[in-house]
């Protein structure tokens, strides 16, 4: 089964803090998602990368940066935290190849920004 | 820009009603559809997906999904629902060719089943 976790379930931090989200995917795969779920939005793309040292912006990229060193680990970067930052933080992979781009999802990471 | 709408944010049945949930996407060209599940505390998970072939799809639990290219619609049903089907419920479209890895979202319906 492809596991895809990410580093903390629960995170409070203030505003301007810098704060990392980690996401680490064990099944080898090349692309690779960090999304926000609003109430009512749905999944909205931040970022995400093909391959690493790769990123392409989403919809939303705006007071976040990404990075990829590895192939299995991908990070979110919130540079300066803002109050609307308050989200729920969703990881995902999908390997390179695949005749039907099913992602495969992390737990989620709900951060709270005071 | 292509999009997605789900029709109900929210839906409340008892249980053993019958579950329709819409989808609708906008794009005209060669499309994967999925329907995705995320029980309470639970991370998001498939519950069926369409990629070619019988335009209604079987996913996990009993639900089932019906393609129809004429209305962009790609529904899903359950025919008896049951309380542990308490979830929010999302419909994502991948649009081929071009981002054949990136997936266009609804957003989202939470089913709430009254025991």
């Known amino acids: 089964d492809v596991k895809v976790t990410q580093s903390s379930r629960y995170l409070v931090k203030r505003t301007g803090e810098k704060v990392f989200l980690e996401c680490v995917q064990d099944?080898?795969?090349?692309?690779m998602f960090w999304y926000r779920q609003d109430p009512g939005l749905g999944l909205r793309l931040i970022y995400f990368s093909y391959d690493v040292k790769m990123k392409e912006k989403g919809d939303i990229p705006e007071g976040y940066s990404v990075s990829r060193e590895k192939k299995e680990r991908f990070s979110l970067i919130l540079e300066s935290a803002s109050t609307n930052q308050t989200s729920m933080y969703l990881c995902?992979?999908?390997?390179?190849?695949?005749?039907?781009?099913?992602?495969?999802f992390g737990p989620g990471t709900r951060l709270t920004v005071l | 820009a292509q999009s997605v709408s789900q029709h109900n944010h929210h839906v409340i049945l008892s249980e053993a009603a019958s579950l329709e949930l819409g989808c609708n996407y906008s794009?005209?060209?060669?499309?994967?559809l999925f329907w995705y599940v995320q029980y309470p505390g639970q991370h998001l998970q498939l519950l069926l997906k369409y990629f070619s072939g019988d335009p209604l799809v079987k996913g996990i639990k009993g639900f089932e999904a019906e393609f129809i290219k004429s209305k962009f619609s790609f529904n899903l049903r359950k025919p008896s629902v049951q309380w542990s089907d308490t979830a929010e419920y999302f419909c994502?479209?991948?649009?081929?060719?071009?981002?054949?890895?990136?997936?266009?979202w609804g957003a989202g319906t939470k089913l709430i089943i009254k025991p």
């Open positions: 099944m080898d795969h090349e692309n």
């Open positions: 794009y005209g060209g060669t499309v994967n």
């Open positions: 994502a479209v991948n649009a081929l060719p071009g981002s054949n890895y990136q997936l266009i």
């Open positions: 995902a992979s999908t390997p390179e190849v695949s005749d039907y781009n099913e992602q495969f």
